[in-house]
């Protein structure tokens, strides 16, 4: 591995156990999911000015007004993803610096991933290439509407926030199949995990509070 994935200083392997160690008392348990915050390259997905800061526990700008999410938020959504145990097909709304997308490409056997933004996707895209992860499939599109043609899906993520739940990604989710997704207004958002339990219905678990960019319409 080269010293760009690898790391050094205040991107070495010493600085992200540290960051995995706060992950562990802050109550992310599953060994998978920490094993991969502290071998994914965080430093690779935001700016260079940033890298320096990639292996704090806090969410990072990454430009067009987004922002890559806090490593506690990522480790806690795909630990309750995965919680029922390994998924084959996710499908995650906001593709963002690609950094959730890295995670979940580790640990499931095909990630969907839909983007508004063209250039976060074609960085992204960039990222997976340098990373070889081979199991992830990209779209550019309004991330509410999903990406109903490779429905159904065991599992969702949505890395923004819209004020209600869509209706289009609860009918894409399998039955049985998970969806963890932050709603609310910025300042009252809470992450909720929704079950489905039948062609019209699903449960709907809050998890915690959380902080979030809006999930937008349309595409720029």
């Known amino acids: 591995?080269?010293?760009?994935?690898r790391g050094i200083g205040m991107t070495s392997q010493r600085t992200r156990e540290r960051l995995v160690q706060r992950l562990i008392q802050d109550g992310i348990s599953q060994l998978t999911v920490l094993d991969?915050?502290?071998d994914i390259p965080r430093h690779l997905f935001v700016d260079e000015a940033l890298a320096s800061r990639a292996y704090e526990d806090t969410a990072l700008p990454i430009g067009f007004g987004q922002t890559i999410s806090q490593?506690?938020?990522v480790a806690r959504m795909t630990e309750?993803?995965?919680a029922g145990g390994r998924l084959k097909k996710v499908l995650e709304v906001g593709t963002g610096s690609g950094y959730q997308t890295a995670v979940l490409a580790r640990l499931v056997e095909e990630v969907?991933?839909?983007e508004r933004i063209r250039g976060l996707l074609n960085q992204?895209?960039?990222r997976f290439r340098r990373l070889?992860?081979?199991?992830v499939r990209l779209k550019y599109t309004d991330g509410g509407w999903g990406w109903p043609e490779h429905a159904l899906?065991?599992?969702i993520i949505v890395t923004a926030a819209p004020l209600e739940v869509p209706a289009a990604l609860i009918q894409q989710l399998a039955l049985g199949g998970r969806m963890l997704i932050p709603v609310g207004k910025r300042g009252t958002q809470q992450l909720v995990q929704i079950t489905r339990t039948g062609s019209n219905s699903h449960e709907e678990l809050v998890l915690e509070q959380v902080r979030f960019v809006s999930l937008r319409g349309g595409t720029e």
């Open 124 to 126: 992204a895209r960039e």
């Open 71 to 73: 490593p506690y938020i």
């Open 36 to 38: 991969q915050i502290r």
């Open 80 to 82: 309750a993803l995965l």
């Open 112 to 114: 969907y991933s839909v």
């Open 132 to 135: 070889n992860l081979n199991n």
């Open 153 to 155: 899906y065991d599992g």
């Open 1 to 5: 591995m080269s010293y760009e994935l």
